[in-house]
Nanobody, 118 residues
Framework: QGQLVESGGGVVHPGGSLRLSCLAS????????MNWYRQAPGKERELVAA????????NYADSVKGRFTISRDNAKNTLYLQMNNLKPEDTAVYYC???????????WGQGTQVTVSS
């Protein structure tokens, strides 16, 4: 059974930076595209960034373009999200996800809280 474990969340001031990590285990990490999602209080979970299996292609939500960077290290089975110039509206629980055509085979991490506040 696969598992995803996020880390790196915390409290930062507006304009600050954080790097989130997601350690994958129990499956062949390099065989799967990966996503970062977030869910703010009272809002639906939204896709923040996506990356292909080899890291060669990435996509971002408009709200984070130019500020966030998704990357991966397949040798370390780890997904990253570098977040710069953070804004209060970035406050949310951030989740990594292994997508799959069969929703029963999707994996989600437990989430890591990011709070941006002055």
């Amino acid at each position: 059974q696969g598992q995803l474990v996020e880390s790196g969340g915390g409290v930062v001031h507006p304009g600050g930076s954080l790097r989130l990590s997601c350690l994958a285990s129990g499956f062949s990490f390099s065989d799967f595209h990966m996503n970062w999602y977030r869910q703010a209080p009272g809002k639906e979970r939204e896709l923040v960034a996506a990356i292909t299996r080899d890291g060669g292609s990435t996509n971002y939500a408009d709200s984070v373009k130019g500020r966030f960077t998704i990357s991966r290290d397949n040798a370390k089975n780890t997904l990253y999200l570098q977040m710069n110039n953070l804004k209060p509206e970035d406050t949310a629980v951030y989740y990594c996800k292994r997508p799959h055509m069969d929703a029963r085979l999707e994996y989600w991490g437990q989430g890591t809280q990011v709070t941006v506040s002055s």
